[in-house]
T-cell receptor, first 114, second 113 residues
Framework: DGGITQSPKYLFRKEGQNVTLSCEQN?????MYWYRQDPGQGLRLIYY???????QKGDIAEGYSVSREKKESFPLTVTSAQKNPTAFYLC?????????????FGSGTRLTVV | GENVEQHPSTLSVQEGDSAVIKCTYS??????FPWYKQELGKGPQLIID?????GEKKDQRIAVTLNKTAKHFSLHITETQPEDSAVYFC????????????FGRGTSLIVHP
């Protein structure tokens, strides 16, 4: 079955440490996205990529970095510059071709600073 | 850009009652309107969507209505059950345009047994 896989489900980060969240999709979707979700809050866009080797900043990109070397993969690195990284991170992918557009989310990664 | 407002932020109902969540959007070019259900600790799941050439769509206990003139769309859940308790997000999107949908801030639906 096609879908989006995020790993790990839970991640703990020490102060000053970089961590990378994985996102893989086998839906053949062109675009991929990273969102941050805080308790009681909506979805805030961190980065998105419409094609391989290209990505754009979203609303809250500071302290985060991404890469898109393969169509299927869009990893997110939370750097030490992100001062408040504890949150639930969601990856999504989409297609926007003709009538077959759709937006699919992964199951999320909960990042906690310890 | 597009702006989506979602109301109410919290909705509490008794099991068996109906629940209605409303969203308004600002960009008349938006033509695709999905609804997502997010259970605690999980990612949002698409539950129903509607395109701008349709006024209403139903799927068992769930329905979505769209009023393009007024630029609003609503999610209707009938005969609510405790397992309907979740956060619901609406979104508006321009097909063939930006790849970025605009999401509402979410509605926390609580169904009391």
């Amino acid at each position: 079955d096609g879908g989006i896989t995020q790993s790990p489900k839970y991640l703990f980060r020490k102060e000053g440490q970089n961590v990378t969240l994985s996102c893989e999709q086998n839906l053949n979707h062109d675009a991929m996205y990273w969102y941050r979700q805080d308790p009681g809050q909506g979805l805030r866009l961190i980065y998105y990529s419409q094609i391989v080797n290209d990505f754009q900043k979203g609303d809250i990109a500071e302290g985060y970095s991404v890469s898109r070397e393969k169509k299927e993969s869009f990893p997110l690195t939370v750097t030490s510059a992100q001062k408040n990284p504890t949150a639930f991170y969601l990856c999504a992918s989409s297609t926007n071709r003709g009538a077959n557009y759709g937006y699919t989310f992964g199951s999320g990664t909960r990042l906690t600073v310890v | 850009g597009e702006n989506v407002e979602q109301h109410p932020s919290t909705l509490s109902v008794q099991e068996g009652d109906s629940a209605v969540i409303k969203c308004t959007y600002s960009d008349s070019a938006s033509n695709y309107f999905p609804w997502y259900k997010q259970e605690l600790g999980k990612g949002p799941q698409l539950i129903i969507d509607i395109r701008s050439n349709v006024g209403e769509k139903k799927d068992q206990r769930i329905a979505v209505t769209l009023n393009k003139t007024a630029k609003h769309f609503s999610l209707h859940i009938t005969e609510t059950q405790p397992e309907d308790s979740a956060v619901y997000f609406c979104a508006a999107w321009v097909s063939g345009g930006s790849y970025i949908p605009t999401f509402g801030r979410g509605t926390s639906l609580i169904v009391h047994p």
